[in-house]
């Protein structure tokens, strides 16, 4: 039920909160449930690991606030009108300092917020204390069990003398929950923000078979997030999660890159940009045509499987990488996915007894064949964005950004502009997030046309 | 009512075929009209410069076949079928080496074809005449006048025991001239296959009058067009015509591109990588902050006005470098257009008394202040690509292959398969193009999908 | 006295060896002299901090030995003729994962070996305990105190019933030592290798001073080191250490890399093949004119100091950035140093009571003015790729097996080759090293010449 | 004893002067040596084609003016102290546009020349025109006759009432003619500045055998020369001298560079920025390890040598392209040198009775194989962009800046500074040159230290 895909890992998140972690590792084992906290005005309406890293966690929100330019400026700007005035909105989401700025700018914008966190491990606990200590009721930790997730939802949505009006949801889990427990609540709420694939498919389903009794926005499709998050994030991700992992020189290695969709592009440019030698395999025309007059040779992945050093996928597919192709690659081949499934490389085929599993790192296994060889698989065939390097804040940065809007956008509409159905976002807020994103580029955009 | 947008120029052609234009220049001035000439085969259905010019011509074409596999292709899987078997075509396009290939593989493939120039100036005579020494119906010649021109495509369709039942178009004058001429040949013929933006115009304003009456195939906005034509040839011409026409060297100069679209993109990335410093001027924001992840620093022009030593636009819109501009370019700085239209650079507003016109070399002008400042403007601001460097063979040849394919559909679409309304080449046919194009891509992408 | 600018840190030690490190930080707090320790054969000739970390110890080993293709080839060949047997050698060098490697290598060669640390800090705790495990008579554990340091070096050389043949050594604390205690011991030593810039130094100036009384060879200034830890590690470490310390996006950030020197090359070439704009500074004229013609802006550090997000510097010179700048940058830039003193950035003028610092992460301090401007100061100045990224093995396997290449020459040189006097490697072993690197380029590089 | 090797070819000049060609195509066939000319001021004191097409050339000349920044630079500065007051410098050189501009730099400054040709193709006749109108006395027309080659030099050295004191060589003919015939003159002479590979050569045997009696300067060696022709010139030639010949899309080609040395270092990258995946030769294993680390697949030619669609030499060596190679190239394969010797491709081999060579274009030739098979040979292995491409005139203008400041160096040197030796110009002085070399890079590199 849980959609650990979207999951930033535990190892990615440690090597970044270190004073933090490390306070985490000392601390005691009492479930925050069993904890009684109150922050420094208090309050007690908050569920979270460790009220006193709250001034970490306001650390790294202010980090974080120097890559957000674009909501900092929504919360100038909306100083005076406050268009979120009255709206109450119940979240889950990652609860990290990326959302953190959000949520604050939410507030700022008039919006009273309830969060809970999307996933069990993708807490940054030193954020929640900070939210908590500055009056957010925060439900959230780093490694919730399946009871404790549902528990957090719970305790935002069911409270006394509170009630939602707009949810802003990814994965889908917070709206399912409030389908399943509390199905009056539609009433009065005035509509969904949901961010990811998952999320947004359950909401076709439900639109489709009638059920869908608020208007919802569909944030994961819109044309910035899928430019940025996908060509410009792994063309620097890529390169981030494999010298994290592996500490592998670029320069000189073959690598095959699996697809030469926006991922592949990506990866291929800045893998061909560091020195390494790439190969492209794709199977539509057009793509390969790209290819190969971006300069790469376009291969069949047995044609090079024994020859490479890195294998990368990102078709989108099944099985891409199978046993087969695995049993023939050289010793010391990595071996990683960057596509969006968790299924392109076959690493259930790669649990038989006669390979031994050997975990090197965090995210880092090595495979070993009886006669010796080894290949390194990262992140065991999950998404190596994700796992193993960090997520831009600047990224972030366009995803938050459309959420406000979004929920802005869906509270203020008048009655009847949007029915019970899914809406992309209206491609000229889209805009408004472009050029919202910094100074320099708003100078230059949303000025008259001049070239 | 010639579109002498696309023509390809006297002096691109010279340079390229030296032996014959120097036969030319000795040429007797006697207009072909008034000379009678006839093939080694005594046939005399045919209207060219010189007959005598075929051999070298003949050359021109066996070295266009070694870049347009494609064609050569076609031409043998069809040497059992004949797919255009009783089709009687009649053409109007540029009458070039690649051209040549084109109609000699509409012929292996069984047509009977009747050619004319869409253009007055881009006729290279020696491929017509070795055309017509090859039994082709061949109507064009270099520097035809305006008489000329229609003369010759009358001489293709009014002929005695032949009617065309396929019309293959660039510009549409073709089409024009049937429709004004012989309205009642519509009835034999089978569809149209149009080339240009400005001809496709022309059939979707017939279609709204309800006056189109056969099918017509857009093959402008095919795919593979767009994609090859604007992003991977511009990001090779803009180089080549630069440097036939200036000679000047890339390296540390400034260089500023209007607009970031898919021409913008192809000049602004092979510029940057011979080592120019390139600024994006660009008012679409998805566009912008492409350029800007891209590594372009984005700027409104006149901020890098006074520095740059290039100016190229491509824009697409009216009067993007005005007079205003050019009195501030420093002395040498190059201009010109990759954009369509040929009003990107406001050219006439620099036809004044104070300013000093001074050609010095074809195709290259320099403008002179009165203060002894000079901008080198090339093609007086029409297209540099079609009037100052070559189209690749290769890319052509994807243009013809998509012609050849879009004949063949529509000569054997079953009764009622299309409507009289213009059509895009099916996405399968645009495959069939891609697939055919090399030997190499033919292995990779026609198999099953291996990945 | 301490070499500490070539320091491994700590940090970026940590984010590496989690497991050791986390067994580590729950250590107890006995001095490592103060144990009485053994290995599973009962040998307790060695001081480290803890022999149970042993297994971790040799995992990270074979990862390293992965990508040391050219020691495990030297190890195989070796089998048979044990070029070092006989040879005793004392080492003072860092103690990594990839030293092992080349420990073992020499072992294998027939060498027996004492080994220290060269730095306080750099020890991997767990390869040293593998090294003890294995039999290796290592003194060495991260954190040791001045004391210790002098201890360990004593305990490698001061030994009942062995004396050391051959040294290597990396800053030149061991060779000083030596001279200092034991010179007798320099009548049976046949040669020092020695790394750093320091330690050659050092070696000049006793042979200026006719004090050198054994042959060294400098192995610092090889072709190879020269070539590939400036130009193709810098390419890479900049992201590596940028990404890691502040996760700044690179597309479309505005960077300026002061030098352009083999460092700066690699800086701006990466920077600018991740979408990043780069202007350079430079005062040599031919490296300047390299800047330009590789597509840079030149300018003077102060036109672009303003609107900057990232300043790099890596001049070599002192006061590159000084605190003029610094009070001129824009709020959040970044600001590091890739040159080759800690002294480019004038930190200390920071150190002044109108500036808040603050720690927000290990290696990431923001510095704050009155107004809140905040510029983030990374390493405090010192070498980022050396405190916030990993040197590649890669390019370490190159430091390696130059140093063993050069202990075999001198180990095995005729008598008066080499006089009491400085060498660099001679260039035929530089070439064996490179053609050792990988089987790939052996067998393209170490056949006869085919072309 | 011609040096025809830096011949700029006739084909290569044409098309960058066509008014001027056409007029030379109508000329009569009379030779220069019988023709009387005078020019506007009555002044008959040298020997060109023909003095009508000064105004041409004039323009060329202005032309050129705009990309040679330093020497107009050096002009303006020396209006006052007449650097060369008194000198009398007999130059043999080609005869271009650039060299015009130094010509009429060097009279600025004071001096007085007399000229001739170091090539018997290489002189733009309507450039010697425009000379010998101002005033120059100028012996040199395209297409002299051995004869006619040594009449000229004569021409220029044997003059009643005036006697040379600087000599400017390019290739050593001139210097040759002197010792022969004229020895004492070399009393009066100061210096020999000498350009090319061949002549520097000349003048060191001469100077072993104690027979060189005047200094020589060797401009060929300075290390502006050897940066900017080779790899930044090269970077751009590769692809216009390709285009302009073959008019070859690069996307998606196969190429193979032979030799990784600047010049294959400017290829290879050229053509990788174009999208054509290269492959890359190279026996020395520090240039052998660049290129890896440049991305670029090492192998041997052999293992390519089947599906290249272009080769491309530049190794320096000789035989590198055998015919046992070309032999096995596929159908159309294109064939080019770029290195400094001619024989870097077997041609000699190709001329065999079952072989049959096709000219197709000046410069281009296809040699069929009895199967059909052709290869695409440029500039019959011959140099590429000497042949085929023009240099751009910014290079030109280093080489002719570093020519102008060795003369001046040369002759205002104190008595006994320079011997009767070879030397290379000053370091200073190159920097001098680099800083004249444009506005912008003056600004930033000639005044204090900044960075």
């Known amino acids: 039920l849980l959609s650990l895909s979207r999951s930033i890992s535990q190892s990615s998140t440690d090597s970044y909160s270190s004073a933090a972690s490390y306070t985490d590792s000392s601390d005691d084992e ?9 922050n420094s005005k208090g309050n007690a309406d908050f569920c979270i690991k460790n009220i006193k890293q709250a001034d970490f966690g306001r650390r790294e929100i202010e980090i974080a606030e120097q890559e957000m330019p674009a909501l900092m400026a929504l919360r100038k700007r909306a100083q005076g009108e406050k268009p979120l005035a009255g709206a109450k909105i119940v979240g889950c989401t990652h609860i990290t300092a990326q959302t953190a700025v959000l949520m604050e700018t939410l507030s700022a914008l008039g919006a009273q ?7 069990i491990y993708s807490t940054q606990n030193e954020v929640a204390a900070a939210l908590a200590e500055g009056g957010f009721s925060v439900f959230a930790w780093k490694g919730e069990s399946e009871d404790d997730f549902w528990w957090c939802i719970d305790r935002c949505v069911n409270v006394e003398g509170w009630q ?14 409030i389908y399943k427990k509390y199905p009056n609540m539609f009433k009065k709420i005035k509509g969904i923000v949901e961010e990811s694939v998952t999320g947004v498919h359950r909401l076709y389903q439900l639109s489709k078979a009638g059920k869908l009794c608020v208007p919802a926005m569909n944030v994961n499709d819109s044309v910035t997030k899928q430019k940025f998050d996908n060509l410009y994030c792994c063309r620097e991700s890529i390169l981030d999660g494999l010298k994290r992992t592996t500490d592998v020189m670029f320069g000189g290695k073959q690598v095959v890159v699996c697809g030469y969709g926006e991922v592949g592009k990506g990866c291929s440019a800045a893998l061909k ?15 390969a045509l790209q290819a190969c007059m971006d300069g790469f040779r376009l291969v069949k992945l047995n044609e090079v499987i024994r020859q490479v050093d890195i294998v990368i996928t990102c078709t989108g597919n099944k099985n891409v990488v199978v046993r087969e192709y695995m049993d023939r690659m050289k010793n010391g081949c990595i071996v990683c996915n960057m596509g969006h499934s ?29 006669d010796g060889k080894r290949i390194v698989l990262l992140a065991e065939g999950r998404l190596l964005n994700l796992s193993c390097s960090t997520v831009p804040t600047f990224v972030l940065s366009i995803t938050a950004t459309t959420q406000a809007l979004a929920l802005i956008e869906l509270y203020n509409a008048p009655e009847g502009r949007y029915k019970q ?11 408004i997030a472009l050029c919202c994103l910094s100074s320099i580029k708003r100078s230059v955009l949303c000025n008259k046309p001049s070239i």
Request: aromatic share 8%; charged share 25%; hydrophobic share 35%.
């Open 30 to 38: 009492t479930s925050p449930r069993d904890k009684q906290q109150k």
């Open 113 to 119: 917020c309830r969060w809970a966190a999307c996933n």
């Open 342 to 370: 968790n299924t392109e490389i076959d690493v259930a085929s790669l649990r038989t007894p006669e390979l031994t599993w050997e975990r090197v790192r965090s995210q880092v296994d090595h495979v070993i064949w009886p």
């Open 421 to 431: 159905d899914v809406y992309l976002l209206p491609k000229k807020m889209g805009m």
């Open 164 to 177: 939602p009006n707009m949810i802003l949801d990814d994965g889908g889990d917070l709206t399912h929950w």
């Open 273 to 287: 940009a560091m020195g390494s030698i790439v190969y492209v395999t794709e199977i539509d025309p057009i793509c």
